[in-house]
């Protein structure tokens, strides 16, 4: 097995959109695989800077602005968008970027940036029950074959008569991402849903236990566990050197022991080596959160360091 590598970053804290295509462009040029960003409208932390940008706006411009790494969000919230307006919304962005984009949709958490924007923000049983509605929306509308129309009979998005439009370019849709460490309902909707399941930030043990719940599932479905991508989230920091580790991590807050322990921090070899003990556990793929975004040799040093020493 590889181990897939992408970069995910956190615009909210203040990123533009020059500074991501910058980010997106770099990791294109040293071979990494995919650039995803979180979809959020409030910063953690700091001042936000120069204030959020909307995740399926700056994808739009990054799938003209880049040639062939994939594109995605981990993850959407299903409060901010219907899913109908979204299924078009994934649809024209996968047109744009010639088929690399992927869909990462959940929940939603963060009731204080609804507040901040004016977005409802019920209990998480109706979340829940609205991302389940949202997912049956979407997969619908880009499956329905073309020339057909689509209705579904739900509680919260009815359509009706839809002609189904527009649609993605990649065959059977854009592969949906569902993650999270619930033990009932997100493994039955990734398991439904899904292409991908993501166990973010949580260790590689605790990683394998979320996978194997998934895998459980899908055998009883009677889904191919195999059919799932199993992927997991993690904080990088890479130095060549000790000093250089610390002015990384000092320059996103964190202490670089805690970053040892709950990231994958250090040096390029003992990166690999952690990186190694998700692949044990089963991670195909794993999505490296880059919280410096003006770093760009910190990409250059993942990539010169960490991505040779994979299988």
Known sequence: MTVDLHIFTEPQQGATYDDLLAVARAAEDLGFSGFFRSDHYLHMGGDGGAGPTDA???????????????????????TFRLPGPLAVQVAGVDQMSGGRVELGLGAGWFEAEHTAYGIPFPPLGERFDRLEEQLAVLTGLWGTAPGDTFSHKGTHYPVVD????????????????????????????????????????VPATEAGRLFDRVHDVATEA????SSLTMSAAQVVCVGRDEAMLRRRADAIGRDLDELRSNGLAGSPAEVVDKIAGFEAAGAERIYLQVLDLADLDHLADVAEGVLPQLP
């Open 56 to 78: 399926w706006t700056t994808l739009a411009g990054l799938a003209r602005d880049t040639s062939t790494i994939r594109l995605g969000t981990l993850v959407t919230s299903a």
């Open 222 to 225: 009677g889904r191919d566990p």
């Open 162 to 201: 839809s002609p189904a439009l527009a649609k993605p370019v990649q065959e059977g849709g854009v592969p949906i991402i569902i993650g999270g460490g619930g033990r009932r309902r997100t493994p039955a909707l990734a398991v439904r849903y899904a292409a991908e399941f993501n166990a973010p930030f």
